[in-house]
Nanobody
Framework: QVQLVESGGGLVQAGGSLRLSCAAS????????MGWYRQAPGNQRALVAT???????NYADSGKGRFTIARDNAKNTVYLQMNSLKPEDTAVYYC???????????WGQGTQVTVSS
C-alpha cells in the first residue's frame, strides 16, 4: 500500500519561501508521476506541479517562475520549493503519486500553507 508523508507547511509572510517534502513508501516509484496539488477554501483541488521519474516537469501557470519541483528517486521523495509566496498561494497542499500506466492516484494527508500579507 502506497503511503505518503508530507512535511514543511506553515505560516509565512508574503514574499517569503517554504519547502514542502513528501516521502513515499510501499510502491515501485519508477512508474509513478509525483506531484503537488493545492486546495483553497471554496475551490477545487488544482495542480501545482508534477515530475516524472526522468525529471520532466509540468507547472501550473500560477507557480511558474516561483515554484520548483524536484525529486530524489533514491529516497522516493518529492519536494516543492516555493519562493516569492503570495497570499493567494494560501491553501492545503497535497502530495500526489499517480501510476503512470493505470492512472491510479494516491494522496497525502495535506499540509497547510498560509501566506500573510
Amino acid at each position: 500500500q502506497v503511503q505518503l508523508v508530507e512535511s514543511g507547511g506553515g505560516l509565512v509572510q508574503a514574499g517569503g519561501s517554504l519547502r514542502l517534502s513528501c516521502a513515499a513508501s510501499g510502491g515501485i516509484f519508477s512508474i509513478y508521476v509525483m506531484g503537488w496539488y493545492r486546495q483553497a477554501p471554496g475551490n477545487q483541488r488544482a495542480l501545482v506541479a508534477t515530475i516524472t521519474w526522468g525529471g520532466s516537469t509540468n507547472y501550473a501557470d500560477s507557480g511558474k517562475g516561483r515554484f520548483t519541483i524536484a525529486r530524489d528517486n533514491a529516497k522516493n521523495t518529492v519536494y516543492l520549493q516555493m519562493n516569492s509566496l503570495k497570499p493567494e498561494d494560501t491553501a492545503v497542499y497535497y502530495c500526489n503519486v499517480r501510476h503512470a500506466l493505470s492512472g491510479r492516484d494516491y494522496w497525502g494527508q495535506g499540509t497547510q500553507v498560509t501566506v500573510s500579507s
